[in-house]
């Protein structure tokens, strides 16, 4: 597994507020470093070009900073990384990322009619999922020029919805659309949170 304390690693520091112990220039230097660290494929990303912070209703307890990135052959990267309380920071670019996060702080409020959302908000932390992506939640979202343009027919398309539930765990499917695709990912989540790409 990746590191996934590395902005710390490297400064020598463990789990204690960044707002206490470091200036506001090494704390964004933290962070920036995170997020560049995500970028897979040769060069990389030598900056950021967007960073915004928000809270997701799931996991109360952590702040999110996502960011955008062009690397040197103009593609679009998009990371996110999650800090606690504490000052720890967790990358967020892969399933396992996903899940030492969430075995840390479980997530509140998964329940059956919110599995759905709560994959697209991990989908969406791991840069599976872009800004511009719309998530189908039925066939109307889909037109049939998308639909001519991704080479689907109407009656093969998946509209996001759970496909399985017991009592410990549920299987779900996200589709989400851009101009010119049109993508499905088959997950699996328990009722602790874990999360896995089945297919995709």
Not at 51 to 76: G, I, K, M, Q, W
Not at 80 to 104: C, E, H, W
Not at 144 to 170: C, K, M, N, P, Q
Request: glycine share 8%; hydrophobic share 40%.
């Amino acid at each position: 597994m990746r590191q996934l304390f590395f902005p710390f690693a490297v400064l020598g520091a463990s789990a204690c507020s960044t707002g206490l112990l470091w200036s506001g220039d090494v704390t964004s230097a933290i962070i920036t470093n995170g997020l560049l660290a995500q970028v897979e494929g040769s060069g990389g990303c030598r900056q950021l070009d967007e960073r915004d912070t928000y809270r997701s209703d799931f996991f109360p307890d952590l702040t999110f900073v996502r960011s955008t990135c062009l690397d040197e052959h103009a593609n679009v990267h998009r990371t996110t990384i999650a800090i606690d309380s504490g000052g720890q920071v967790y990358l967020l670019k892969s399933p396992a990322d996903i899940r030492f996060m969430t075995r840390q702080h479980p997530p509140q409020k998964l329940t059956s009619s919110g599995v759905v959302d709560y994959s697209v908000a991990l989908l969406e932390m791991m840069g599976r999922i872009g800004n511009n992506d719309i998530i189908v939640r039925r066939a109307s979202d889909v037109s049939s020029e998308h639909l001519a343009r991704a080479g689907i027919a109407a009656d093969d398309l998946i509209v996001s919805h759970i496909s399985g539930e017991t009592a410990l765990d549920f299987v779900a499917w996200v589709t989400v659309r851009s101009e010119q695709r049109i993508h499905s990912f088959k997950v699996y989540v328990d009722r602790t949170g874990f999360f896995s790409i089945m297919t995709e």
